[in-house]
């Protein structure tokens, strides 16, 4: 069978087994599509690769100039489709059981402080044609450190009859309930009213109403990451904080690192979040660490003496 025809297979086994998301399918089809380019022009076929082989085809990763973490990625996607097609019986081993590979960097997460979310935000209020929906982007973000994908494609009957928790569908398909802030679920009822008008319009038209809270008329049918990306780089250079400082995922370390820093426990920080393992959220200590260390060796008033 092609090795094309495998990866296909896996990745509709992936898409229905394990509820795999849409991102991390298109993350696998170019690590598997990528390694079954390199397999043709040596001669090889995933039915007979050694480890020997793909471990070549790893360093040749590294020589192409591949991070850290996408080589790590890139191996990942590669023991998922072995142990899948040894499964099937397409293969009678898996030759990367005992491969080991570069691993992750544990870097901190970037993050800001609240002064800087707090320019955001008055940048969000400033104007615009999309002022009230770019203020509840941006609160809402905030308010529950969503990821930009669980939050652009946020349907509208989650967050209807001005609810003070709404429920999220994250990674994996797993659920969870996040309390909205009162200036969130303000800049929410600002918003619908004004999306009620703006889908009011469209159906006189003879469009049918969206699902999703922030609309949009690409074939998504929502807001793009894309878009939301962008309109956050916009706010940060209007809010004079330098753009590269500036993403939604930056915003999502934010409401965790200030929430820790408030005193919230890591468990409540980590089921918000989302996170599937505390191991995962327990990284903002650590920022949190480095800002006290900063604060010792700063503001202490033997500091200067040292």
Known sequence: MPMGRWISNFLEAAAAESGAARNTLLAYGRDLRDLEGWLLRHGLHAARVGAPEIESYLLSCEEAGLSRATRARRLSSLRQFFRFIHDEGWRDDNPTLRLSGPGKARSLPQTLSVSEVEALLAAARAGGRDRLRNICLMELLYATGMRVSELVSLPVAAVQGNPRMILVKGKGGRERMVPLS???????????????????AAAEK??????????????????????????????????????ERVTPHVLRHAFATHLLAGGADLRAIQTMLGHADVATTEIYTHVIDDHLRDLVLTKHPLAEKG
């Open 182 to 200: 009162p200036p969130a679920r303000a800049s929410l009822c600002d918003w619908l009213k004004e999306r009620g008008q703006r889908e009011d």
């Open 206 to 243: 003879g469009r049918v109403p969206s699902r999703f809270l922030f609309p949009a008329r690409g074939r998504e049918g929502h807001l793009t990451r894309q878009a939301f990306f962008l309109l956050v780089k916009e706010l940060a250079r209007l809010a004079g904080i330098p753009s």
